[in-house]
């Protein structure tokens, strides 16, 4: 059972996530001081600098922690599908729909995200590359399994794959929030899941197998 004082350091530091990921979003990385954070997360400076090292500290674990979030959605998502008895590509489908609830609930932290993918300058940049690792592999498990049970083609390049369908839901979901607001996440994962399927071309059927 988890003391008061624990959860007391839970409360407040995710308070300094959501600061520092808002913060970050709207005026970037370097523009955004210790001070800032503090003040908007409702604490005192030395509380950040209690809870993390350092402004880099602090980014680098809410990366961490929030790609592992994003992650375990995925991988809920995939095993729920198939343990109603869904194929593989019904797996991958839910995925895109778990990646798309995610980061409507926490869109700046993807904006962030895919932001910071292109810097190569960072101290964090190790950490960047493992977390995106993590996301990564859960969709190339399921790539795998659907090449193994003959739902996908043998010659498919199963890490630039996950990367494509990662990427697609990321950058799409962005795209949703920031300029077709209007738009229901069930409109969006239905065009997403048309691509998925192989349903782009014409004609409204999926391709033969």
């Known amino acids: 059972m988890e003391s008061s004082g624990t959860t007391r350091r839970q409360a407040t530091r995710q308070k300094l996530y959501e600061a520092a990921v808002t913060l970050i ?19 005192a400076k030395g509380t950040v600098y209690y809870n993390f ?7 680098e674990e809410l990366l961490r922690d ?21 194929t593989r590509i019904d797996a991958l489908d839910a995925m ?22 292109w810097r190569t300058n960072r101290t964090w940049r190790a950490t960047l590359t493992s977390v995106r690792g993590r996301a990564q592999s859960v969709v190339e498990a399921v790539l795998r399994e659907a090449v193994e049970a ?11 794959t996950a990367s494509a369908l990662l990427g697609m839901v990321l950058v799409a979901a962005l795209d949703w929030q920031s300029f077709q607001p209007d738009r229901s996440v069930e409109e969006v994962h239905a065009a997403l899941s048309r691509l998925l399927q192989g349903r782009v071309g014409g004609g409204g059927q999926a391709p033969p197998a």
């Open 25 to 43: 979003a709207e005026q970037g990385f370097s523009a955004t001081t210790v001070d800032e954070i503090a003040d908007r997360a409702g604490v």
């Open 53 to 59: 090292a350092s402004k880099n500290v602090l980014y």
């Open 66 to 86: 929030g790609i592992d979030l994003l992650a375990d959605s995925l991988r809920q998502a995939a095993d729920s599908a198939t343990a109603r008895g869904g």
């Open 96 to 117: 895109i729909r778990a990646g798309l609830d995610f980061i409507a609930c926490s869109p700046a932290l993807i904006q962030l995200y895919v932001a910071e993918l």
């Open 150 to 160: 003959g739902e996908l083609s043998g010659e498919l390049d199963i890490p630039l």
